[in-house]
């Protein structure tokens, strides 16, 4: 019985030691689907494309109350809660405070808020010169909440924006 697991374990350490690292194409887009949290009726897609200085964000929502609302990376790409709080906190690998999508130090998560027409309809075109597809601020995989009330873009941590009632996760997207 020795011998047997012996050989197991001499099995079980040669593959590591023979594999190298996978590495995979790199990503040049990402999409986000945004579903709706309980009691909303909000959804959309966000698109993320590289572009020179940065990420490309294009997002298309629905079903919003006029006026503006929050929009923000989460840390997780979770959306099994209801009410979108599985999605965690801002994504903030720096630690820098809340702030504007333009502030020099913020989370690589802040994007500001989206502003919904008379139909609830917002559309968003912007250059975020933070956020990669790769290393420390990598969006891939992390969630992407709309919140109810716009974020003041001050107010620690997460600049007051109310409940959630949009979430999705972004995935790699087909070039």
């Known amino acids: 019985m020795l011998i047997f697991l012996s050989g197991c374990a001499q099995q079980q350490e040669a593959p590591h030691a023979a594999m190298p690292a ?52 989460h840390e997780y790409g979770d959306c099994s809660a209801p009410d979108g709080t599985s999605a965690g906190g801002h994504f903030n690998p720096t ?32 250059t975020d010169p933070h956020m990669t597809f790769s290393g420390a601020n990598s969006i891939i995989g992390r969630g992407v909440i709309v919140h109810a009330g716009e974020d003041d873009l001050s107010s620690q941590p997460t600049g007051n924006a109310g409940g959630r009632v949009a979430c999705g996760v972004i995935g790699i997207a087909k070039p």
Do not use: Y
């Open 22 to 73: 996978a590495e995979g194409p790199a990503v040049s887009k990402a999409i986000c689907v945004l579903h709706p949290t309980e009691g909303h009726n909000v959804g959309g897609t966000v698109t993320f494309t590289a572009v020179e200085g940065g990420i490309q964000v294009v997002a298309h929502i629905e079903g919003l109350t006029p006026g503006k609302h929050g929009f923000h990376i």
């Open 95 to 126: 630690s820098d405070p809340h702030s504007a999508p333009t502030a020099a130090k913020r989370h690589a998560g802040d994007l500001g808020n989206v502003t919904a027409d008379e139909n609830g309809v917002a559309h968003l075109e912007w």
